[in-house]
């Protein structure tokens, strides 16, 4: 059995999730609308550019999750990738956070894909490498929190740097600063992780072909079981995400309370991590996610009757699923880790990565259809900012996608979720299938 990782090799393995969380804020909020605002591009032109590279993104996924896993260097297969790949997502974050004043749809496309491509190829074989860090039920929490927690660090980073360099010099400025933030810390962090922490132990004792890897996964019911609920989950925060400033800025009338009641998220974001920490010990993974998916639904509930000027009640809900969301971030990818050991128990070939990668692609599914449902239902009941549509009946619905859909598709994760079958003891069990099949002479 390997050893588990020391604090200075757990801080140095989770600090790479701080730039890359600073990425993921400004790349769907904010470029889309810089670009056509700043650069005058046409808005239907950008949707369509960024459109093709989430496609292009879809196919990258699980291409890096096999090479991640067959390919094996002798630095280390999760070590080299995460090192090697850090330094062109750094470029193309850079590049598309300062386009030069002439940039165009093509400009935006090209290295949209290059980013696209190179941040799939960093995080699949980053997380895959957390999950195999540690052999042990709790070891696993406590590496994913740590991870989780930088990252809502780094989402902070990137809102405070963006609305305080925002307001006195502009959002082209801001932006720049949040690119070369990136551009340099993140091949830096990276270099750090690789320096000081270790590559885990391949458990892998015999290669399967991918059609027999592939009837694997689908007989893995524990994973087929997490994805759904994690699906149902990612769509349920998919929604209040992608409606956040409409929510606030409509229904409470409340524009400029947006940026701190963001904060305010996700800093119990990572005031919550601790909590769902200690919560997973004394119960079980799967026990603390579905605690904090209902706290979440039980404070989401009151939301739809809030009314123009009730800013303090909305903090409270906002303070309330800001802690659910440090569960939201932290266990689930600890659960997957859990369900990788069935696969490798079943099959002798350890495969995270893909894996992982599968999980990328599910939550970026999850995002894509909040916004293609939210959007078509909101025209049809008759909001539309845009056009000047703002009825009732229109605000309701947007009441309603915000808070009440969440509420729905939560509770149904947790339908999954509650009874989970893999808890410490099973988990256990199944590192001995492994790890016997590892030492046998």
Request: glycine share 8%; proline share 6%.
């Amino acid at each position: 059995m390997q050893a588990e990782p020391g604090g200075w090799a757990l801080a140095a393995y989770s600090l790479p999730a701080l730039p890359l969380a600073m990425l993921s804020l400004p790349l769907y909020v904010l470029l889309p609308s810089f670009y056509a605002r700043e650069l005058a591009l046409p808005i239907a032109g950008v949707g369509s550019a960024l459109l093709a590279v989430r496609m292009f993104d879809a196919v990258c996924d699980p291409v890096a999750g096999v090479l991640a896993d067959k390919w094996r260097p002798t630095f280390g297969r999760r070590r080299l990738w995460t090192l090697c790949a850090s330094i062109p997502t750094a470029l193309a974050a850079y590049q598309i956070f300062t386009p030069p004043s002439g940039a165009g749809l093509i400009y935006l496309a090209l290295w949209g894909a290059v980013l696209s491509a190179a941040w799939t190829a960093l995080l699949v074989p980053y997380t895959a490498w957390g999950a195999e860090l540690s052999t042990t039920y709790a070891g696993r929490t406590r590496i994913a929190g740590w991870r989780e927690m930088l990252a809502v660090a780094g989402t902070l980073a990137a809102l405070v740097i963006q609305a305080v360099v925002s307001s006195q010099s502009g959002e082209r400025v801001s932006l720049f600063v949040i690119g070369l933030t990136i551009a340099f810390g993140l091949p830096l962090s990276s270099l750090l992780a690789v320096v000081a922490t270790p590559e885990p132990l391949d458990a892998t004792t015999q290669r399967i072909a991918w059609r027999d890897g592939l009837r694997s996964m689908a007989r893995n019911r524990p994973f087929v079981r997490l994805l759904i609920a994690f699906l149902l989950n990612g769509c349920a925060n998919g929604f209040p995400a992608t409606l956040f400033l409409f929510f606030v800025s409509e229904n409470l009338q409340a524009k400029d309370s947006a940026g701190p009641l963001l904060v305010l998220y996700f800093l119990c974001g990572v005031a919550g991590v601790p909590l769902w920490l200690g919560l997973a010990r004394r119960t079980s993974k799967h026990r603390a996610w579905s605690l904090a998916m209902i706290g979440a639904c039980v404070l989401f509930g009151f939301a739809p009757f809030l009314k123009p000027g009730d800013i303090w009640l909305f903090a409270i809900i906002c303070a309330g699923t800001g802690l659910a969301l440090g569960a939201d971030l932290m266990l689930p990818p600890a659960i997957q880790a859990d369900v990788i050991d069935v696969d490798t128990a079943a099959t002798g070939e350890q495969r995270a990565g893909l894996y992982f990668a599968l999980w990328s692609l599910a939550t970026k599914l999850a995002l894509a259809a909040a916004v293609g449902v939210a959007f078509p239902l909101l025209a049809l009941a008759g909001f539309d900012p845009a056009a000047g549509l703002r009825t009732d009946s229109g605000l309701a619905m947007l009441g309603f996608l915000y808070a009440g859909a969440p509420v729905l598709l939560k509770l149904l994760a947790v339908w999954l979720m509650w009874s989970f079958p893999l808890d410490a003891t099973e988990q256990k069990r199944l590192r001995g299938v492994i790890d016997a099949r590892r030492d046998a002479p």
